[in-house]
């Protein structure tokens, strides 16, 4: 080999010993960490609150007495019976809209002459039985549903219009729904 071919290889191998074994080369680094967070959702609900309530104002009286066994109780002409039950909607979310509508509750089966009515009330105001906003926070609201058979209706001496009926309040449905915003 040529001095001139061992002088470069020599001067190749010293560059390559300064630039990578002589120690690495420097560079800068920095961490910083981001606090874990958390996300919170909200909820919309709707709960029965405890038990429904039934009630009879007699014929001529002012003040409604409460019904202890609804299956023991027999309407006779002259009665008003009214069965309440309460519920209550929860709603949370900072740009939540929600909706109700109370479904149901029809009344089958009357005699003749035997009218009944259903009334919502909802955040102390009466509202149309089918729908009604539902406001941030939690609300009562009440669904009332009134039998009335009046004193003197025509048909209610007749045995076969009105003695030994069953008069049938169906299921009643309060559902919440969120609307879009």
Known sequence: MKKTTKGTIAIAAAITLLLGGAGSLAYWQETATITASQISTGQLRV?????????????????????TDINAFRMVPGDTVTYSVGFTTTAEGTNLKA?????????????????SATVVTYDSASVTPTSFNVPLGTKSGTVKVTVTWPWGTAGSDTA???MSKTINLASTVVTVTQAQP
């Open 47 to 67: 709960a029965v609150d405890a038990q429904p309530v039934w009630q009879v104002t007699k014929n001529g009286a002012s003040t409604p007495t409460t019904i």
């Open 99 to 115: 909706s109700a509508a109370v479904t149901g509750g029809a009344v089958t089966g009357l005699p003749t002459g035997v009218t």
């Open 160 to 162: 076969a219009n009105s």
